[in-house]
């Protein structure tokens, strides 16, 4: 079984700093393309940042020069770095990840993780 736990996010001023991590485990024989994704109330999952196995990225615009995702594929973990938040990129975020399991190749999501901005 596939499980993608993450972990961060929180509340902060506009102008701050926030980060997101997420790990994989469970029965992965490969670890494809990782990314965040987020909600916010009353708006459609929107992808924020996502990266490939080799370390191709590419974000929303909205977040670029603000974000950074990265990913360990040692250790099975992606990342985002939120730099200088706004009050609009208060959401939910889930992390997301492309695995091949032993059965089938499918998208797995992690739980919520809530940040707040305040202006």
């Known amino acids: 079984q596939v499980q993608l736990v993450g972990s961060g996010g929180g509340l902060v001023q506009a102008g701050g700093s926030l980060s997101l991590s997420c790990a994989a485990s469970?029965?992965?024989?490969?670890?494809?393309?990782m990314g965040w994704y987020r909600q916010a109330p009353g708006k459609q999952r929107e992808l924020v940042a996502v990266i490939t196995s080799g370390g191709v990225t590419d974000y929303a615009d909205s977040v670029k020069g603000r974000f950074t995702i990265s990913r360990d594929n040692a250790k099975k973990m992606v990342y985002l770095q939120m730099n200088s938040l706004k009050p609009e990129d208060t959401a939910v975020y889930y992390c997301n990840a492309r695995i091949l399991t032993l059965t089938r190749e499918s998208d797995y999501w992690g739980q919520g993780k809530q940040v707040s901005v305040s202006s």
């Open positions: 469970g029965s992965i024989i490969r670890l494809k393309e």
